[in-house]
């Protein structure tokens, strides 16, 4: 039997991405009952409660959102947009709204994923892509909606006020987050989680995301209890079993999602030589040996610098002689991109042109053998 605390947890994140506006009960216990594996039949009273409150915390949103400007306040679209919704001025939401019927009327969700747009000539215009994942749709469109010039705001003037407390909270809570991090921010990812992403650096919530979609593409939850994820090939790399439960992926993701740079995890170090006074003089005989600890770990693996090969200096071509592993397999990724040597059918398999060729004597190769591919252009130390 699945606890109402799993039910909840699961269905904040489906309410995160959907539509609350056509969302129902009946549609969320589905999605939940699909997820679970289960028949919750029993349960329609506590997820129509559960769909309830959330509808009414986000009416409450809008509401604070209308008085103080937010997706509620009217912006300026660019010539692209325009020609799409048919208006010079609109608020953010109307803009979402109007671009679903636009995509609706001309039926351009993918039939077999219905989360993907299939983008015609006048949405090509405005995304610049052929499709587009609905999620990665709302993101494209905040280059397209633009605040109105100052005058028009200063109409506002009632709201000005309240709008810069406002502002002052949210500059804050930023600077509370990007001191203390948090799962929104951008993070470095392991070789491996690099081969399955296609990215070098993502948010741990984008990193999650996109491993979910990867599962249900691929159909690996076990249909006896769909907790458990069947690793294939690509996910036994990053989690090295052949199943794993839904809880038990996130706490192995952290072997694989590390900070950008040493000077991020610092808090946590500083925190921990604060208490140390307090443990007691007993420990003291010790630290000459944790710091020595410290320093072998801090000199070794995945961050640590390794000299370069010739051919991989000549393809680098910045002079540099000594790079750590991790940025090797970044700039690596980087190329890749930016010479969009993707197989478009399989982004997982890279073709590759002239100086990869030349680097890694193979036509082509999967992004999960970039590693191995790599190992035989860093040369071992003599200790």
Known sequence: MVSDSDLVTRLREILRDSDLETATAGSVRRQLEEDFGVDLSDRKAFLFIALFLSRKSSKADKQVKKRGGGFQKVCS??????????????????????????????????????????????LHAIFRVKSINMFQMNKALTKHIWPLSEDNEKRDGNTRGSKNKRSSKVDNHKAVKKRGGGFTKLCSLSPQLQAFTGESELARTEVVKRLWNYIREKNLQNPKDKRNILCDESLRAIFRVNTINMFQMNKALSKHIWPL???????????????????????????????????????????SPLPLSDALMKFFGTGENALSRADVVKRMWEYIKQNDLQDPSDKRRIICDDKLKELFEVDSFTGFTISKLLTTHFIKMEE
Do not use: F, H, M
């Open 77 to 122: 679209l660019s010539p692209q947009l325009q020609k799409v919704v048919g208006e010079s001025e609109l608020p953010r939401t109307e803009v979402v709204k109007k671009i679903w019927s636009y995509i609706r009327e001309n039926n351009l969700q993918d039939p077999k994923n219905r989360r993907n747009i299939i983008c015609d000539e006048s």
């Open 261 to 303: 740079n040493e000077e991020d995890a610092a808090p946590a170090d500083s925190a921990k030589s604060e208490r140390k006074p307090k443990q007691g003089r007993e420990r003291g005989a010790y630290e000459p040996k944790q710091k020595e600890k410290r320093q072998k770990k801090g000199a070794s693996g995945l961050l």
